[in-house]
């Protein structure tokens, strides 16, 4: 799984995380960013910031797995300056990633959807789909969103994921303190509407054309 952010797991793809995890089929979660723009932090010192962001991703990652052999991985992309597709960094982003699906055997890969409306958001969606390029078939990209409305059901079909375990999805967001305190001073913090999370998630697959 790819998630732009720290935080982006549990919102938009907590209940796949799990129920991958039951199954025994979580290959990894790896993070594009590293989260250093969510606070108004002064030049050359967000490293306390992204510190703490990493610890609670792992955490989070705990709490849907219930196991501590699979840490997160992070890219750490400069939050909120994404490299573009033929950018020498996303080429390298998309050969490692490349390299680790076929380490790790992955034969699908969720990513927040194409059309959302942040840019981390949509460059995730960018590295996935050149990852499965690069799989020539053999890797489905799978889209859950964030922020966004679903996408539109003649371009992507849906799955919905079995329902979590009651109260987990809040357990792991309760993880990510610096999203939902002032813990690290002002800056951004995850309105009450995304608080309040369904039990399942819905992953959508482009149609073919």
């Known amino acids: 799984m790819l998630a732009p952010h720290p935080d982006d797991e549990t919102l938009g793809a907590a209940a796949l995380i ?25 030049s050359g010192r967000s490293g306390k910031l992204v510190i703490s962001r990493k610890r609670e991703a792992a955490t989070a990652l705990r709490r849907l797995t219930g196991s501590r052999r699979q840490p997160p991985l992070h890219l750490d992309w ?17 050969r490692r990633l490349t390299a680790l699906c076929r380490r790790w055997q992955v034969d699908a890969l969720a990513v927040t ?44 079909r849906k799955l919905r994921t ?22 690290h001073g002002p800056g951004f913090r995850l309105p009450a509407s995304h608080r309040a999370m369904p039990a399942s998630d819905v992953l959508y697959l482009r149609r073919a054309k």
Do not use: N
């Open 18 to 42: 799990a129920q991958t995890a039951r199954a025994g089929r979580l290959a990894g979660l790896i993070y594009l960013t590293d989260g250093s723009g969510s606070h108004e932090i002064a």
């Open 162 to 183: 079995a329902p979590m375990l009651r109260g987990q999805r809040r357990h792991a967001l309760a993880a990510h303190r610096s999203q939902l305190t002032a813990s």
């Open 78 to 94: 400069k939050d909120a300056a994404p490299a573009q597709p033929g950018h020498p960094a996303f080429d390298r982003a998309t």
């Open 113 to 156: 959807a194409s059309h959302e409306s942040h840019c981390d958001h949509q460059a995730a969606a960018q590295l996935a789909y050149a990852v499965g390029q690069w799989a020539r078939g053999r890797l489905v990209v799978a889209e859950y969103v964030v922020w966004s409305k679903a996408p539109d059901s003649r371009t992507h």
